[in-house]
């Protein structure tokens, strides 16, 4: 078997996004949980939603050479999978969040590691486990408010235990992979560097502000570097400006529906915090498969 380190190449030592998390962590110690959770709702309704606002745009990119009908199948396929998320949501809520977590956990981790690595048949778990541990970091951490959103949402009480469980089960399973595949022991320094202040910064923010930190940083930034050199072949300015003007009006869509929900869908103030996420969660089911499309397909041209 092939280890990750035939095509794991090491990362500086320190990002860009690296050094911002520290300075957010640096800002979490003298500012108010009001002002944190302003900031980071600022970073996932702008940078965080964006980054899945040009799907449609990819699906055509990787099909241009397919049948025009083919296309259409795609988009329309892709329209019944965010109204059923919605729909899975407001019926089946303990389904919807379960969905959610899985989802998001694999499709984090695949953003993280995909282009260090090459794809083995047990690289699902690999993502997965590693989307996982930051998710019950964050739960395991800021318990209480999690927790609380959670019943929100789904109407159950979850115990500590059970994230500290599923906590130490990811860490398992992740470093157990790890430690087989990457032998270079830097590599490893590395992550578990990245994890320690990952751990700082939840314990120090607020739930929603370290999970924005890490979601616009960490995953939305990067994931937009992936999607434009993957749509115009390099990563320069004009770009930038060509990839923001096709999602504008996707953007502009799902940010207008989501405030309509909050100023004329009647929901108590202490729910904010649930619809917020379950609005993140109806549109991560086809963004997350759409990545995975783009990801694991040859160039398109």
């Given at each position: 078997?092939?280890?990750?380190?035939?095509?794991?190449?090491?990362?500086?030592?320190?990002?860009?996004?690296?050094?911002?998390?520290?300075?957010?962590?640096?800002?979490?110690?003298?500012?108010?949980?009001?002002?944190?959770?302003?900031?980071?709702?600022i970073g996932i309704l702008s940078f965080g939603v964006i980054h899945g606002a040009n799907d449609l745009?990819?699906?055509?990119?990787?099909?241009?050479?397919?049948?025009?009908?083919?296309?259409?199948?795609?988009?329309?396929?892709?329209?019944?999978?965010?109204?059923?998320?919605?729909?899975?949501?407001?019926?089946?809520?303990?389904?919807?969040?379960?969905?959610?977590?899985?989802?998001?956990?694999?499709?984090?981790?695949?953003?993280?590691?995909?282009?260090?690595?090459?794809?083995?048949?047990?690289?699902?778990?690999?993502?997965?486990?590693?989307?996982?541990?930051?998710?019950?970091?964050?739960?395991?951490?800021?318990?209480?408010?999690?927790?609380?959103?959670?019943?929100?949402?789904?109407?159950?009480?979850?115990?500590?235990?059970?994230?500290?469980?599923?906590?130490?089960?990811?860490?398992?399973?992740?470093?157990?992979?790890?430690?087989?595949?990457?032998?270079?022991?830097?590599?490893?320094?590395?992550?578990?560097?990245?994890?320690?202040?990952?751990?700082?910064?939840?314990?120090?923010?607020?739930?929603?502000?370290?999970?924005?930190?890490?979601?616009?940083?960490?995953?939305?930034?990067?994931?937009?570097?992936?999607?434009?050199?993957?749509?115009?072949?390099?990563?320069?300015?004009?770009?930038?400006?060509?990839?923001?003007?096709?999602?504008?009006?996707?953007?502009?869509?799902?940010?207008?529906?989501?405030?309509?929900?909050?100023?004329?869908?009647?929901?108590?103030?202490?729910?904010?915090?649930?619809?917020?996420?379950?609005?993140?969660?109806?549109?991560?089911f086809p963004h997350a498969i759409v990545m995975g499309l783009m990801f694991y397909s040859k160039d398109?041209?």
């Amino acid at each position: 078997m092939k280890h990750l380190t035939s095509s794991f190449t090491v990362r500086k030592f320190l990002s860009i996004s690296h050094v911002l998390t520290i300075i957010c962590i640096v800002l979490a110690f003298f500012s108010s949980n009001f002002f944190q959770n302003i900031i980071s709702s600022i970073g996932i309704l702008s940078f965080g939603v964006i980054h899945g606002a040009n799907d449609l745009m990819i699906i055509a990119k990787k099909k241009e050479k397919g049948e025009r009908i083919h296309q259409i199948k795609m988009f329309s396929l892709y329209l019944c999978i965010v109204f059923l998320g919605i729909f899975i949501f407001y019926f089946i809520p303990e389904i919807a969040l379960f969905g959610f977590v899985i989802v998001s956990s694999y499709h984090f981790g695949e953003q993280h590691w995909e282009s260090r690595l090459k794809k083995y048949k047990t690289t699902f778990f690999f993502y997965f486990s590693y989307g996982a541990l930051i998710f019950f970091l964050l739960f395991s951490i800021k318990f209480k408010d999690s927790a609380e959103v959670i019943f929100q949402i789904i109407k159950i009480e979850i115990p500590l235990s059970f994230f500290l469980i599923c906590l130490i089960i990811s860490i398992i399973v992740f470093f157990s992979q790890a430690f087989v595949r990457i032998r270079d022991i830097k590599v490893l320094g590395y992550e578990f560097l990245l994890i320690g202040i990952l751990s700082i910064l939840f314990y120090f923010g607020t739930l929603i502000y370290g999970f924005g930190v890490y979601f616009v940083l960490w995953h939305s930034i990067p994931s937009l570097k992936s999607q434009i050199k993957f749509l115009y072949k390099n990563k320069d300015s004009n770009s930038l400006i060509s990839y923001l003007k096709a999602a504008s009006l996707y953007w502009i869509i799902a940010i207008f529906s989501l405030f309509f929900i909050y100023f004329y869908g009647n929901i108590p103030e202490e729910q904010y915090l649930s619809v917020f996420f379950s609005f993140l969660a109806a549109i991560t089911f086809p963004h997350a498969i759409v990545m995975g499309l783009m990801f694991y397909s040859k160039d398109p041209n």
